[in-house]
């Protein structure tokens, strides 16, 4: 059974970091990239980014650009997102997702939350 | 890129069908056979519904169904059901670079 399980939410100052994981099982980790989407409260989901199946490649949503850092760390099964320059519109549920390998995903986590308020 | 287009809400009562489209363009709903539909329920982790336009993965009942025409996706609910009461995002392949985007989301309510 596939599990994804994210951590590392919590409340943070506009202009702060933090750093989400993803714990993954149930699959061959290394062998799929990885999604971050989001959600803020009461919107709807938004892709955030995407990492290779070996973190040769990243992707980002434009409003993220710059500040965000995906990665993963596949002896680990663990995808990973720095959050940095965090603004009050970062405020969301960040899950983890994985990638269907057929330009598609399928499997999400329960995600983790982001709160970022003075 | 903005979202993909969604009706804010659905409703239907049970026993009845619902269509919710999903619009975009020809940059990605228009222009990929990868088309998803994810239920997600309040509180809850979205679930895959329809994969490539039209596939349902296992477990999922053969009341949900799938189909596109030019830059119009569509997920249809057959026969509705109390528990099939949730928010519904379609979400399609853009690009290389932006790779997906989500729709706005539809509320579906079983009257």
């Known amino acids: 059974e596939v599990q994804l399980a994210e951590s590392g939410g919590g409340l943070v100052q506009p202009g702060g970091s933090l750093r989400l994981s993803c714990a993954a099982s149930g699959f061959t980790f290394g062998a799929y990239p990885m999604h971050w989407v989001r959600q803020a409260p009461g919107e709807g989901l938004v892709w955030v980014s995407r990492v290779s199946h070996d973190a040769a490649h990243t992707n980002y949503a434009g409003s993220v650009k710059g500040r965000f850092t995906v990665s993963r760390d596949n002896a680990k099964n663990t995808l990973y997102l720095q959050l940095n320059s965090l603004r009050a519109e970062d405020t969301a549920v960040y899950y983890c997702v994985k990638d269907s390998g057929n330009y598609g995903v399928d499997y999400w986590g329960q995600g983790t939350l982001v709160t970022v308020s003075s | ?111």
């Open chain 2, 1 to 111: 890129q903005s979202a993909l287009t969604q009706p804010r809400s659905v409703s239907g009562s049970p026993g009845q069908s619902v269509t919710i489209s999903c619009t975009g363009t020809s940059g990605d709903v228009g222009g990929y056979n990868y088309v998803s539909w994810f239920q997600q329920r309040p509180g809850i982790a979205p679930k895959l519904m329809i994969y490539d336009v039209t596939q349902r993965p296992s477990g999922v009942p053969d009341r949900f169904s799938g189909s596109k025409s030019g830059n119009t996706a569509s997920l249809t609910i057959s026969g509705l059901q109390s528990e099939d009461e949730a928010d519904y995002y379609c979400c399609s392949y853009a690009s290389s670079d932006t790779t997906f985007l989500f729709g706005t989301g539809t509320k579906v309510t079983v009257l």
